[in-house]
């Protein structure tokens, strides 16, 4: 078995290597098959998936949570764990705040917002917040940081997810992600391996390409890898992204159609990630519903193949019975060896040891009491929060010298809303009519732009009768990076892109983008550009603050928001 318990990550004293062995040995195959497997809570309550599985006598060994009241995730984690004696990885998605897991939790701000604060304080504090929160519903596990490095600007799913585009930012902020994670108590899992941020492609929609050479990316994405994994990274997540000069590096006479992604590649996961890079920790898939995953082959000869080439854990189902039943008959026939299969079980069991799970269990402390949830009282974590967006919030530039804003010089306010009005998980219901609130507080008469009035239109209105009317347009844009489409850019609206910034010359216009960073590609001529990376609260309060002229712009740029076009700049 090529795991070595004693070395990093897992740091395993005899006892906990004791404990590890007692449960392998006391497991069936049946057992060891299911403890594959990191199952999704989401849209059926617990008590009725719990039946499902004892059904089949499937018992997994992790589970990742969707968002749900804080009380609630932590009363379906217990649920789940008095199924089993042995006790179980709870997982989140905590890349941007707590609220990745609960409602109440805090969205402290993308990975890019607290790059653009410009210190490696935030990225710290946004770890320890995520895993300070997390850990007061009994969650021990979290898929994150994002390791990915934002070198496409038309990459519709890295974005503000990642740190920057710059791989030294993208080191040193991940690195203290961690610690603020790993001083909480929390696993973390480095993604997207082998990583993201070139293709300009979605791995959700479609399997998709790192470019670099070898030597890039040994570079660059090894470099990261390495140096997290020598920090003492516990697990790395498996993407559905493929690494082609690394396929025919490891394998010269590969054929193209041979070549395949992490998370089902032997070379890259087994050859690259553990043998040349030393993680001897856990590997987990990308979620295996991607089609990323599904469009290399049969999902039938991918499951089995994903454990074969290294990955030691599963991650969701499509149809439980039957993916059991695949990888379960993979281990019959040999094509999951023994050994391998073993291997699994047994990294996974040596990373429950490693966060002293098992004798939490023993003690009665694997879930903290009900008064850890009141961490989500406490105003401190926000205050930190507001204090990250005042410093992240960017003034890409101002070549029309328009700001301060004042009521007394730009009263009337045309404002168009772009994208969505509520983010991923966000609190605000409606950040449109928060952002209209404030101004008209601050004194501003705000009209919203609505295409059905037909005083609104370009077309039948001349240009005195908008500058008569109106002494500022400002753009409120939150098109958000989404698993679900392969682009992120403006729809203008019908008829025409009736829309569009086409009174720049006339009328003062000013842009505020709170998630693309990119979006001066889709109005280049727009000379007041302003970059706030999340859509939050904090973040608008932050940027009314600093248009009102009461607070200075402190971002710094993690990317190139001018996408390396001359006119953007102008």
């Not at 020598?230 to 993407?239: H, I, L, N, S």
């Not at 040349?276 to 049969?298: E, I, K, P, S, W």
């Not at 490693?354 to 003690?363: Q, W």
């Not at 004042?406 to 009337?412: D, G, H, L």
């Amino acid at each position: 078995m090529n795991v070595d318990f004693k070395a990093r990550p897992f740091f395993l004293d005899e006892s906990d290597i004791a404990w590890v062995q007692d449960c392998m040995k006391k497991m069936t195959v049946e057992e060891k098959v299911s403890h594959l497997f990191c199952i999704l809570i989401k849209d059926k309550p617990v008590e009725e998936m719990a039946a499902e599985m004892d059904a089949l006598g499937f018992y997994p060994d992790g589970y990742m949570t969707d968002v749900f009241p804080a009380r609630k995730v932590k009363e379906n984690f217990k649920k789940l764990q008095a199924r089993t004696g042995i006790p179980l990885l709870f997982a989140s998605n905590l890349e941007r705040g707590a609220d990745g897991i609960c409602k109440e939790g805090t969205l402290f701000g993308t990975q890019m917002q607290v790059a653009a604060a410009g210190d490696k304080r935030w990225a710290y504090e946004l770890g320890r917040v995520c895993g300070e929160e997390a850990a007061a519903t009994g969650a021990n596990w979290n898929f994150g940081p994002i390791l990915d490095i934002d070198t496409n600007y038309h990459n519709p799913i890295t974005n503000t997810r990642v740190f920057s585009s710059d791989q030294e930012t993208v080191l040193q902020m991940s690195r203290e992600f961690v610690r603020g994670q790993m001083e909480n108590g929390m696993a973390v899992c480095l993604k997207h391996w082998p990583g993201d941020g070139r293709d300009e492609r979605d791995q959700h929609m479609v399997t998709t390409i790192n470019d670099c050479t070898a030597r890039e990316w040994d570079a660059s994405y090894g470099k990261i890898y390495k140096a997290l994994i020598e920090d003492g990274a516990e697990t790395v997540m498996a993407a559905h992204i493929m690494l082609p000069a690394y396929s025919r590096k490891m394998n010269p006479d590969i054929r193209d159609e041979e070549i395949l992604p992490g998370s089902l590649s032997c070379d890259l996961t087994t050859r690259l990630l553990r043998e040349q890079l030393g993680f001897n920790g856990l590997v987990v898939t990308d979620a295996t519903t991607m089609t990323g995953f599904m469009q290399t082959m049969a999902r039938r000869d991918a499951l089995p193949l994903a454990v074969a080439a290294g990955c030691d854990m599963i991650l969701f189902t499509l149809d439980l019975k039957e993916d059991y039943q695949y990888v379960l008959d993979a281990a019959a026939d040999g094509t999951i060896s023994r050994e391998r299969l073993d291997e699994a079980v047994a990294r996974i069991l040596a990373l429950k040891a490693h966060l002293k799970l098992h004798k939490k269990m023993e003690e009665g402390t694997l879930f903290p009491g009900d008064e850890a949830l009141k961490v989500f009282e406490r105003e401190d974590n926000r205050n930190l929060a507001r204090e990250c967006a005042d410093r992240s919030v960017t003034l890409v530039k101002d070549t029309q010298n328009l700001l301060p804003i004042s009521p007394k010089t730009q009263r009337r306010i045309l404002l168009h809303v772009l994208g969505d009005k509520g983010g991923y998980h966000d609190p605000i219901c409606n950040q449109a009519e928060y952002l209209a609130g404030l101004l008209e507080r601050e004194g501003f008469e705000v009209t919203v732009y609505d295409a059905s009035r037909k005083d609104l239109l370009p077309i039948g209105n001349s240009i005195e009768s908008m500058t008569k009317r109106f002494d500022l347009i400002l753009y409120y844009c939150s098109v958000k990076t989404s698993g679900s489409d392969n682009v992120s850019r403006i729809s203008w609206t019908a008829p025409g892109g009736c829309n569009t910034p086409r009174y720049i010359y006339e009328i003062p216009t000013l842009f505020i983008s709170v998630d693309n960073p990119y979006m001066l590609l889709d109005v280049p001529k727009v000379r007041t550009y302003i970059n706030g990376y999340t859509p939050s609260r904090y973040v608008i309060d932050a940027i009314v603050e600093k248009i009102m002229g009461r607070s200075r712009f402190t971002g710094k740029n993690p990317v190139d928001p001018f996408c390396g076009l001359f006119h953007t700049r102008l």
